[in-house]
């Protein structure tokens, strides 16, 4: 007997998976109408009766001269020197108020970390730098 060599099939048969997807989509629109959608409880924020503080501002001229600012009371710098800037950042600060850094391009970058090192020394928890954007 003759018997021809079986052909391989290069189709894949879809037709199953149409019907059970078309079950499927039958199931959900069915059911879709009788599931209540849940309110979702968001957090609430509070209101603040205090508003919030300014950061002092801490400046490093290029010579190395330090000038301390307060931006809540939008007052002037003043100079300060290195031993002083402790004492002068605690006298000044509020609880929990940041310190920024702002340094002219010429500075070290040895300056600017003990300028950063002395303020966490003296207990202040959020010092960061001051930068000018980019226009």
Known sequence: MNRR??????????????????????I?????????PSQVE?????????????????????????????????????????SALPAKVRKIAKVDQPVVIAADKSVRYEVVMRVMDTLQRAGVARVGLLVKPVP
């Open 5 to 26: 060599p079986r052909k391989a099939m290069n189709q894949i048969n879809v037709v199953p998976y149409i019907d059970v997807m078309l079950v499927l989509l039958v």
């Open 28 to 36: 959900f629109m069915v059911t879709a109408p009788f599931v209540n």
């Open 42 to 82: 968001l957090p609430s924020v509070g209101k603040s009766t205090t508003p919030p503080t300014l950061p002092l501002e801490v400046t490093i001229k290029a010579d190395g001269s330090l000038w301390l600012r307060d931006r809540n009371t939008a007052g002037e710098p003043t100079p300060v020197a290195d």
